[in-house]
């Protein structure tokens, strides 16, 4: 996989997934990479998204440009605590000989997707719990409990996660919703990548807003 913070060979658009990774009934856009020894199982990559390495993922609709770093966790397994056992022998039972599988267990777990908006960010062994939806442009601290929804362009620390601020002013959070930069295609990407590298988000807003 090429690391992120290094240039990236663009003769291609077609996914780079790392040998030791492990994908599953997964769907992915253009310039998606999926880091070693990372696990994806039932997911949507849209455009330029990423994880890197010891990552797991299930049940995620994971938006363009997403960055998820190391060791995190989205959506990680609920146990039925309705039932009188927790362990997954009651919903994995072919694994000990005990008869099929339990599949309206996982009928049950897919139920409560994560969302990933667009552009965000999840830091380094943060985990991201069943059901919920993180909004536009969020940055989720490293090692934080994503407990309830995060709006668009918060900050989200700690555990349980918390917001602690909102990475732009009101105006401009809503200007850049208008602008939808992560629906542009890739060339007026690339034209527009010197703007989105030098001015200020009040700046950008000014050129591009079509308000």
Excluded at 42 to 53: K, L, P
Aim: with cysteine.
């Amino acid at each position: 996989m090429n690391d992120p913070g290094s240039a990236k060979d663009l003769s291609s658009d077609a996914p780079s997934i790392h040998p030791t990774a492990s994908v599953r009934d997964t769907t992915f856009g253009r310039f998606n990479e999926v880091g070693a020894r990372t696990k994806v199982s039932e997911c949507t990559f849209g455009d330029y998204a990423y994880v890197v390495h010891d990552a797991e993922i299930i049940y995620t609709t994971i938006g363009p440009f997403c960055s998820i770093a190391a060791q995190t966790r989205i959506n990680p397994g609920n146990h039925p605590l309705d039932r009188i056992m927790l362990n997954h022998v009651s919903y994995r039972s072919s694994a000990y000989g005990l008869g099929p599988d339990d599949a309206g267990f996982f009928d049950w777990r897919r139920a409560s997707p994560v969302v990933l908006g667009p552009d965000v960010w999840v830091g380094h062994g943060a985990v991201i719990l069943p059901g919920r939806t993180i909004g536009t442009g969020a940055a989720i601290g490293a090692g934080a409990i994503v407990t309830k929804d995060v709006p668009d362009f918060a900050i989200v620390v700690g555990n349980p996660g918390r917001v602690i601020r909102s990475r732009f002013p009101p105006e401009i959070c809503a200007a850049l919703l208008r602008i939808a930069f992560w629906s542009w295609d890739h060339a007026t990407l690339a034209e527009r990548l010197p703007d989105i590298r030098r001015l200020s988000a009040m700046d950008f807003c000014r050129r591009y807003d079509p308000a």
